[in-house]
Nanobody, 121 residues
Framework: QVQLVESGGGLVQAGGSLRLSCAAS????????MGWFRQAPGKERELVTC????????IYVDSVKGRFTISRDNAKNTVYLQMNSLKPEDTAVYYC??????????????WGQGTQVTVSS
């Protein structure tokens, strides 16, 4: 069992930066791939990025490539999402998830409660 708690969301102007954190409980954190998903109002939840258990492999959705960076610290049971050059279209609730490697939400078994990111123009 893994419990996930996100933090770091908020309101930022376009072009600004935010760093999301996701703290995990449980001793098996390092065995899970971790993902960040987002869901904007009226839209389906989509993968933003994910990282393998070792941190050696990552996937990014095209719209965030070059702007967002995922990283993890297995010693601290934490995964991070550094978001730079934010755009209004990045506005969404961001969710942290733990599971097996993959880009589909069905690949992930555990979810956080979500944190709101709002980017003003």
């Amino acid at each position: 069992q893994v419990q996930l708690v996100e933090s770091g969301g908020g309101l930022v102007q376009a072009g600004g930066s935010l760093r999301l954190s996701c703290a995990a409980s449980g001793r098996t954190f390092s065995s899970y791939a971790m993902g960040w998903f987002r869901q904007a109002p009226g839209k389906e939840r989509e993968l933003v990025t994910c990282i393998a258990w070792s941190g050696g492999s990552t996937i990014y959705v095209d719209s965030v490539k070059g702007r967002f960076t995922i990283s993890r610290d297995n010693a601290k049971n934490t995964v991070y999402l550094q978001m730079n050059s934010l755009k209004p279209e990045d506005t969404a609730v961001y969710y942290c998830a733990a599971g097996r490697w993959g880009a589909d939400s069905n690949d992930y078994d555990y979810w956080g409660q979500g944190t709101q990111v709002t980017v003003s123009s």
